[in-house]
Every structure is written in structure tokens, then in C-alpha cells.
Antibody, heavy 119, light 111 residues
Framework: QVQLQESGPGLVKPSQTLSLTCTVS??????????WSWIRQPAGKGLEWIGR???????NYNPSLKSRVTISVDTSKNQFSLKLSSVTAADTAVYYC???????????WGQGTLVTVSS | QSVLTQPPSASGTPGQRVTISCSGS????????VYWYQQLPGTAPKLLIY???QRPSGVPDRFSGSKSGTSASLAISGLRSEDEADYYC????????????FGGGTKLTVL
């Protein structure tokens, strides 16, 4: 059973960089044809896809966030990471990591982690 | 403003059949599969329907999906109290190098 767990600071100051890591257990991050995605959800609002990475390192990003987002993977640690730069209060949200398969995207999710942007 | 359009709310009584719509465009629903997710309060979303109308193992057959043109629908028959949740549609959008897009979500209330 694949499990995902987000980790990182719960509070980030405006204009700084938000950094989160997703640790995958129950299987190798580099096995199978999987992408690994980040998705966020502001309180009381809908889901917003941030971007994804393939184990080869290729990435796709949400066009609206592309200029501020970097997603990377560390196969030796079975982890992938998110960096979002120049954050504002509008970036306050629960951030989820999820597995993205070709046929059934987002079939496994982390529990989510709340990141608040505030001084 | 979400790329895919869903009604913000829907409701029904136990045993009823309800449908939730999802409207998109030629670059997303019109040319790619639609997926549906159920999010219970305080939890991560759960994949409910994949590839328009396929159910993952463990999802009751009360849930069904369909797609026509640039729109899709999720139907829930035999409504139960535990179906009260937020439902989201999603599709791959081929524009701008490709990206996933979600609907704004529909809050289903079981009366």
C-alpha cells in the first residue's frame, strides 16, 4: 500500500520561499510509470493543481504558478519536493502531494499540510 | 475562477438519485478523460471515477460517470447520508504545454 506524507514549515513569511517535501513509502518512487504531483486547497475553497514531476525529472506546471514553482525529486530518499517563491497570503492553503498515474491520476494522496503565509 | 464549471451545491434525500455536472472546453473535457473525486470533511480527496466512467476497486456501483462533448456528469443513486461531501471533477488540459484542471467543487447535502 503506497503512502505519502507531506512535511515542512507550517508558517512562511511573505516574500519568502515555501518548501515542502513528500515522502513516499510502500513502494519505490521510481518504479512504474508515475508522475508525482502537488495540489493545494485554500480554506473553504477548491483544489488547485500546482505541478508534477516524473522520475526522469521532467516536469509540468500550472501556467498560473509556473514562474514561482520548482518541483524536484530525490529517488535515493524516495521523496519529491515543492518550492514556491515570493509567497503572499494568497498562497495560504493545505498542500497535498499525490501520485499521478496515466490512467488514474491522484489515486493516492498525502494527508495534507497547512501552510500559512504571515509575518 | 476554475477552468471546469460545477454547480456550487446539490442536494437530495436518502434513496434519491442526484447528478452533478461539470462543464469544460475542447482543450480539456472535449479531448481528454474526466475524473471525479470525493472529499469528506477534513480529509484528502479520494478518486471516485477515472477515465469518464470507471470505478476504482472499492467504490460502490451507486456512483457512475458519463461524458458527452465538453461536459461530464457524476450520478449518485440510492443516496446515503455518508455521501454528503464535496465532489470535484478534473481533466487534463492540452493548452499551454498541458496541465491538470479542476472544477470548483460541488457541496452535496443529504437532506
Amino acid at each position: 500500500q503506497v503512502q505519502l506524507q507531506e512535511s515542512g514549515p507550517g508558517l512562511v513569511k511573505p516574500s519568502q520561499t515555501l518548501s515542502l517535501t513528500c515522502t513516499v513509502s510502500g513502494g519505490s518512487i521510481s518504479s512504474g510509470s508515475y508522475y508525482w504531483s502537488w495540489i493545494r486547497q485554500p480554506a473553504g475553497k477548491g483544489l488547485e493543481w500546482i505541478g508534477r514531476i516524473y522520475t526522469s525529472g521532467s516536469t509540468n506546471y500550472n501556467p498560473s504558478l509556473k514562474s514561482r514553482v520548482t518541483i524536484s525529486v530525490d529517488t535515493s530518499k524516495n521523496q519529491f519536493s515543492l518550492k514556491l517563491s515570493s509567497v503572499t497570503a494568497a498562497d495560504t492553503a493545505v498542500y497535498y502531494c499525490a501520485r499521478d498515474t496515466g490512467s488514474a491520476p491522484f489515486d493516492y494522496w498525502g494527508q495534507g499540510t497547512l501552510v500559512t503565509v504571515s509575518s | 475562477q476554475s477552468v471546469l464549471t460545477q454547480p456550487p451545491s446539490a442536494s437530495g434525500t436518502p434513496g434519491q438519485r442526484v447528478t452533478i455536472s461539470c462543464s469544460g472546453s475542447s482543450s480539456n473535457i472535449g479531448s481528454n478523460y474526466v475524473y471525479w473525486y470525493q472529499q469528506l470533511p477534513g480529509t484528502a480527496p479520494k478518486l471516485l471515477i477515472y477515465r469518464n466512467n470507471q470505478r476504482p476497486s472499492g467504490v460502490p456501483d451507486r456512483f457512475s460517470g458519463s461524458k458527452s462533448g465538453t461536459s461530464a456528469s457524476l450520478a449518485i443513486s440510492g443516496l446515503r447520508s455518508e455521501d454528503e461531501a464535496d465532489y470535484y471533477c478534473a481533466a487534463w488540459d492540452d493548452s499551454l504545454s498541458g496541465h491538470w484542471v479542476f472544477g470548483g467543487g460541488t457541496k452535496l447535502t443529504v437532506l
